[in-house]
């Protein structure tokens, strides 16, 4: 043992421990602001609603925040568990689309889904790609330019493995930035502003999650605009 373990490290334990303590607090915050807002102990106001709204909207940006430094930092200790089992893609990409559905909506986003009459199942840990594919569909519709956007999801199978599309025409990550997209806290300059709250970790964490289930992840520029990232799963 090192007798001045390197400040990557220390900075990792640190955070990994923060993000164990706060992890109670926040379910209590949560639990307590569903409560109110439904009202059950007493009728709120139009204000109160807003403000509780706001509240729990904000307590669930930590939340994410939290559980992808504790990811993170299984990932990085090797103890990031997988529990494979055979999962069909098209009905998660189903429910994810269908999750995000109303913001894409709001947001002037059209979502396409294209899927062969017949795909195989994947044996991958369905949670996990759950996870995957909600954080490339949410960077599709955040990362929009202004104006009606179009996001297009594609399965299909390419010889023992399934291939899975998602292709935007949004703003795009500058050519200079290739190198850096899935590594920890990347965020271009772009996304920052149209986005604060973003943290960085869900292509990292993502890259992970489709190696140890078999797989592979990467991305390219689209020829007229925004990007398209694709992943590979093997077939069960
Ligand atoms: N479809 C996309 N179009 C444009 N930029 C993108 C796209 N997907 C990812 N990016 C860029 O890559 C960065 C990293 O994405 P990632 O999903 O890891 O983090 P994030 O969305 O910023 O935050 P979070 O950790 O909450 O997912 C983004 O901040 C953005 O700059
Ligand atoms: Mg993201």
């Known amino acids: 043992m090192p007798k001045h373990p390197s400040k990557k490290a220390r900075v990792s334990d640190a955070v990994s421990i923060v993000a164990h303590q706060l992890k109670n607090p926040i379910s209590v915050l949560y639990g307590y602001l569903e409560v109110l807002l439904s009202e059950e102990i007493g009728k709120l106001n139009k204000k109160q609603k807003e403000?509780?709204?706001?509240?729990?909207?904000?307590?669930?940006?930590?939340?994410?925040?939290?559980?992808?430094?504790?990811?993170?930092?299984?990932?990085?200790?090797?103890?990031?568990?997988?529990?494979?089992?055979?999962?069909?893609?098209v009905k998660i990409c189903r429910e994810v689309i269908n999750n995000l559905s109303s913001w894409a909506k709001a947001s002037n986003c059209e979502i396409v889904f294209k899927k062969p009459a017949k795909l195989p199942k994947v044996y991958v840990d369905s949670s996990k790609i759950y996870y995957v594919i909600e954080n490339l569909i949410s960077n599709a519709i955040m990362y929009k330019s202004s104006g009606p956007a179009q996001v297009v999801i594609e399965l299909k199978r390419k010889g023992n493995k399934v291939l899975f599309s998602c292709k935007d025409?949004?703003?795009?990550?500058?050519?200079?930035?290739?190198?850096?997209?899935?590594?920890?806290?990347?965020?271009?300059?772009?996304?920052?502003?149209?986005?604060?709250?973003?943290?960085?970790?869900?292509?990292?964490?993502?890259k992970a999650i489709i190696q140890l289930n078999g797989g592979e992840i990467w991305f390219e520029r689209n020829k007229d605009k925004g990007m398209t990232f694709y992943f590979t799963l093997p077939i069960a």
């Open 51 to 89: 403000y509780l709204t706001d509240a729990l909207k904000n307590v669930e940006v930590i939340s994410k925040i939290v559980k992808d430094l504790l990811d993170v930092s299984r990932i990085e200790e090797g103890k990031y568990e997988i529990k494979p089992r055979e999962t069909d893609l």
């Open 169 to 206: 025409n949004g703003i795009g990550i500058p050519k200079k930035d290739f190198k850096k997209v899935f590594s920890k806290f990347y965020r271009s300059e772009e996304a920052v502003v149209l986005n604060p709250s973003g943290t960085g970790l869900g292509l990292y964490i993502s």
